[in-house]
């Protein structure tokens, strides 16, 4: 007969531990000490395996069925439950190693051809206004809808639209230094983007700023400047 939950959280432990199941493989592990385990009975080839699911009650009954149907359609295509876990374990740790956040931190860090003090603001414009909202998502993931979500929110706080054109900037540059990585390279929409100071003189009179020629960064904001134009604290 199938498992009650009274029935698991009535159930006490014993000398040995001792064994409650319920259907199609599904069972709970009493321990002595008195931790109650799901298990998950199958065959692959013949040969017996059990897969462990959770821990009761963090995991309740409808819970660890729901996990058992999981594990018991990768069983019916004769994958290990076990092993696709630890296959997705893996992918996760790449991924958090590849968030937006740790590629965008990497990218600034790389830059050889702009000031210190520009770096700093980069960064901090990055952890006040990109990082809080995407920076855990994977870099694949991320896309232009996202950023503008991101600017729109600046723009809702009354951020200056110098601050909102380099974080714009900033990310589709971060992109596409990491263009092998993603399918395709989000693109900002072009009223966020900053103009090439070098063809554009209208950038000038939004910030005060010190050209870098080549540098491929359009502007870089005075010391001075700073705390205006990025809200800086």
Avoid at 126 to 140: A, C, E, H, K, V
Avoid at 192 to 207: E, K, L, N
Wanted: proline share 7%; glycine share 6%; hydrophobic share 35%.
């Amino acid at each position: 007969m199938p498992l009650t939950d009274v029935q698991i959280r009535q159930a006490k432990p014993g000398e040995k531990p001792r064994k409650l199941s319920d259907e199609r493989g599904l069972f709970i592990e009493i321990r002595p000490a008195g931790s109650k385990l799901w298990r998950y009975r199958y065959k692959i080839d013949g040969v017996e395996n059990v897969f462990a699911i959770g821990e009761y009650p963090e995991m309740g009954l409808a819970d660890a069925r729901a996990e058992r149907d999981r594990a018991r359609a990768l069983v019916k295509q004769g994958r290990h439950p076990a092993h696709v876990r630890r296959i997705q374990r893996v992918k996760q740790q790449l991924e958090n190693q590849s968030s937006f956040k740790v590629v965008a931190l990497e990218w600034i860090a790389s830059k050889s051809n702009i000031s210190d003090s520009y770096r700093n603001q980069l960064t901090r414009a990055f952890t006040r206004n990109l990082f809080p909202y995407i920076g855990r998502f994977p870099i694949r993931d991320v896309s232009a809808a996202h950023l503008l979500e991101c600017l729109r929110r600046m723009e809702s706080r009354g951020g200056p639209h110098f601050m909102r054109s380099h974080s714009a900037t900033g990310f589709h540059r971060c992109f596409a230094s990491q263009s092998e990585h993603c399918a395709q390279i989000p693109t900002p929409p072009q009223h966020y983007m900053v103009p090439s100071c070098g063809s554009q003189s209208s950038i000038a009179s939004q910030c005060p700023s010190q050209i870098s020629p080549g540098s491929g960064m359009a502007c870089r904001p005075t010391v001075g400047s700073a705390q205006t134009l990025l809200h800086l604290n």
